[in-house]
């Protein structure tokens, strides 16, 4: 279940149940695999589409609790159909039904295309409230994992890092900012003992992975509120660098969807985009 599209530089695998990538391999550079590729006892994912809703999952609506079976929502579970494909783009659509109306009542259209440009994959998000008299609730955020080295690999930042730290629940405190006063963050799995999650608000105009392994990887994240940075903090040559639009649960967080901080509320349809845009130092 896996779909290809390519150029001249990059070729990108996809796979229909999640809509999740697989595989980014440059062409021009003896097909190096740019994504990560599953290691033993290090994360059991590559990529995950986050949707309806970032973390845990449970929420109240209409005085009626509801949970995710899965961290991060459904959608990554969820099987995709093609709308539309070019050889350098493919759209995917999945829409509500009766098994997701269980655990989110809501009417939706999820549509995804991911199309490259020379050597930028770029992703469009379109989520689309079918409901005729409510607004759909929703976050939304990507969770892809690139290779990068943990001794050697980097994040660059165009101003000095400010974080909110994780408390051994796994709560954001949002009360407490706490200024790194530098402008990169080191990939040593030490960093992620420390930190688990760093999550950042999304202050920054340019964000660049030094990957370890001759590639500079950009990314725009055009607009996300928040920023989250993890890999498994004691094996794994990869990191995720995380747009969201929403949060992960934190402190003092509110149980009503309709409350719940930076949550998205669609009266007819909204786009979220994002690219990663690689460079080979060689």
Known sequence: MEEIIKNECLEIKISLKGALLTSIKDLKNNNFELLYQIEKDSWPFQDVQIFPLIGKGEYIYNNKKYEFETRHGFIRNSLFKIKERKNDSITLIFSSNEETYKVYPFNFTFLITFSLNEYTLNVKTKIINNNKDSYLYCSYGSHTGLKASSLNGKILFDKEVSLYPLFKDGLINFSNEENLKTNEI?????????????????????????????????????????????????????????????????????????????????????????????????
């Open 186 to 282: 080191g990939l040593l799995k030490d960093n992620f003992k420390k930190f688990d999650t760093i999550v950042l608000k999304n202050r920054y105009s340019l964000i660049t992975l030094d990957n370890g392994f001759n590639y500079l990887i950009t990314y725009n994240f055009n607009g996300a509120p928040y920023l989250a940075i993890w890999s498994n903090m004691n094996k794994g040559e990869f990191v995720c660098v995380e747009p969201w639009w929403g949060v992960s649960n934190y402190t003092n967080e509110l149980n009503n969807i309709k409350d719940i901080k930076e949550i998205n509320i669609i009266k007819n349809e909204k786009e979220f985009s994002y690219s990663f845009s690689f460079k080979y130092l060689n």
